[in-house]
């Protein structure tokens, strides 16, 4: 079955702390695989995905993650969080069967 | 470019009462889902269209039905709610599997 897994529920940091967040999957055959995020009282908005080629994708707001088959993972990171940063950042993959699984979500608040 | 459009954005329902939520979406995707949101549950796929005329359940089908006549609507029916159906709901759509664009959300309370 697929299923993604986010092993940090709620992860508290320091104003430019460095970030980063687990992510892994299952499911045998070829995914597409994305990191969203929520602002508190908003909708899920793309930070980055990664469809194929150079493991390491970059995204918007100085996101990055990195792909790596052989672990079945696909982390999120930030060298340096803002207080800006704090929302609920949610790992999700794209089967065959085009559908998104979702991970249950990870809170990141980030104290100025 | 209006994107994935949910109404309404809140609503109120007793027990036993039917609503309809609406989606819409203007970037011509083939792929819609509903997707409902619980504190700590990450998202749960309701159900999904890859096209007009072709519906199918997700993981939490239970006490919803969808349709999806046009390209561009896909609404979600709930009959009799249920305490259970507190939530929040998301419809997305996506060209297939890239990335998927989320409406801004329903927040429905059942009592």
């Known amino acids: 079955a697929q299923s993604v897994s986010q092993h940090n529920h709620h992860v508290i940091l320091s104003e430019a702390a460095s970030l980063e967040l687990g992510c892994n999957y299952s499911?045998?055959?070829?995914?597409?695989l994305f990191w969203y995020v929520q602002y508190p009282g908003q909708h899920l908005q793309l930070l980055l995905k990664?469809?194929?080629?150079?493991?390491l994708v970059k995204g918007i707001k100085g996101f990055e993650a990195e792909f790596i088959k052989s672990k079945f993972s696909f982390n999120l990171r930030k060298p340096s969080v803002q207080w800006s940063d704090t929302a609920e950042y949610f790992c999700?993959?794209?089967?065959?069967?085009?559908?998104?699984?979702f991970g249950t979500g990870t809170r990141l608040k980030v104290l100025a | 470019n209006a994107g994935v459009t949910q109404t309404p954005k809140f609503r109120i329902l007793k027990i036993g009462q039917s609503m309809t939520l609406q989606c819409a979406q203007d970037?011509?995707?083939?792929?819609m889902y509903w997707y409902r949101q619980d504190p700590g549950m990450g998202l749960k796929l309701i159900y999904y269209?890859?096209?007009?005329?072709?519906?199918d359940k997700g993981e939490v089908p239970n006490g919803y039905n969808v349709s999806r006549s046009t390209t561009e609507d896909f609404p979600l029916r709930l009959e009799l709610a249920a305490p259970s159906q507190t939530s929040v709901y998301f419809c997305?759509?996506?060209?297939?599997?890239?990335?998927?664009?989320f409406g801004q959300g329903t927040r429905l309370t059942v009592v």
């Open positions: 990664y469809f194929s080629g150079d493991p």
């Open positions: 499911y045998g055959g070829t995914v597409n």
């Open positions: 970037m011509n995707h083939n792929y």
């Open positions: 997305a759509s996506s060209l297939d599997r890239a990335e998927a664009f």
């Open positions: 999700a993959l794209a089967s065959g069967t085009y559908k998104y699984i």
């Open positions: 269209s890859v096209g007009a005329g072709i519906t």
